[in-house]
């Protein structure tokens, strides 16, 4: 009796014994498991880290790329057209893990809303060409007034305007800014201006300093039509074609190459070079992806300035 005894108290221990191996074993396994796991998410999160910010050195690295390139075009003359090398996009473009691709836009090929604030005949010239696009876009023209309210430095509201008193009839968070804008965004915020409007004419307007001239060679041709009354249709698509074949060295020669019956205001309004240009520039390495927006000013032969920039 107390041999069996003794035998069956042996194998319940050795069974406990081997039960308490194989949990002790599971236990490992699972924590091995874990921290495999927990081991493969930070090597993960690192090389996410490490990707995005290799693509955003990229992508800040394109901005360099652009001002180089706007620097050696100064060089070679004062003339800027759609033919010269800073006007071809740089296609997406391989690289070890990842690819890069950029652009440079003519800023003064756009309508910069900010001369909307002069009261001399560049303002006025300004205001007629954002009431042109305003009405090719489907935008209330009756917004234009809020506009130059915003920008102008006085409080004295425009016929159909608005300052302070109109924001905070309207419960408005926001009061006129008095002042030029820095990005076209700011729009939004305008009395009667919201985002719906913006987003029709925010591909054809900037913002830059008052007193900028319309490049004749860059203009797209929506903002030529809008800057020269008539030019439209066919005429425009012929005149576009034109141009490109031989970009204008005058704003004399501009006219004088207008379509019959075409003929424009302000010949002060508009010039054949530029000092402004937008560079975007997009990168990625792995899955990361950062995107780099730049407003550049060039001044003579100098590398130009970054006014703004933003990494996305």
Same mark, same amino acid.
């Given at each position: 009796?107390?041999?069996? $005894? ?146 102008? $430095? ?40 919201? $985002? ?117």
């Amino acid at each position: 009796m107390n041999a069996c $005894s003794h035998q069956e108290l042996a194998g319940r221990a050795t069974g406990a014994a081997l039960i308490l191996a194989m949990l002790i074993a599971a236990l490992a396994a699972s924590v091995a498991i874990a921290l495999a796991a927990d081991q493969q998410r930070w090597f993960a999160g690192v090389a996410g880290r490490r990707d995005a910010v290799q693509a955003q050195a990229l992508a800040l690295a394109g901005v360099q790329w652009a001002r180089q390139i706007m620097r050696d075009d100064a060089r070679a003359g004062t003339l800027d057209h759609l033919g010269e090398p800073w006007a071809f996009p740089l296609p997406p473009t391989p690289i070890e893990n990842g690819a890069i691709e950029g652009r440079i836009e003519d800023a003064q090929g756009r309508i910069n809303v900010n001369n909307a604030a002069s009261v001399n005949a560049i303002g006025a010239t300004e205001l007629a060409r954002m009431a042109r696009l305003w009405s090719r876009f489907a935008v209330p023209v009756s917004t234009i007034p809020a506009i130059a309210d915003w920008l102008d $430095s006085d409080s004295a509201p425009r016929a159909n305007g608005a300052e302070d008193a109109a924001y905070a009839q309207a419960l408005s968070t926001s009061l006129t800014a008095n002042a030029p804008l820095i990005r076209t965004s700011e729009m939004t915020a305008i009395h009667g201006f919201g $985002s719906q409007h913006f987003n029709r004419v925010a591909p054809f307007i900037t913002a830059l300093p008052v007193g900028t001239t319309l490049n004749v060679n860059t203009a797209l041709p929506e903002v030529l039509s809008a800057a020269v009354a008539g030019l439209d249709g066919d005429a425009l698509a012929t005149f576009i074609v034109e141009r490109q074949r031989k970009p204008f060295t005058t704003v004399a020669e501009f006219r004088a190459r207008l379509p019959s019956g075409v003929t424009f205001d302000n010949e002060s309004a508009f010039g054949t070079s530029s000092s402004f240009f937008l560079v975007t520039v997009r990168a990625r390495q792995g899955i990361a992806v950062a995107q780099v927006r730049a407003l550049l000013k060039r001044g003579g032969r100098d590398w130009p300035a970054v006014v703004w920039q933003t990494l996305e």
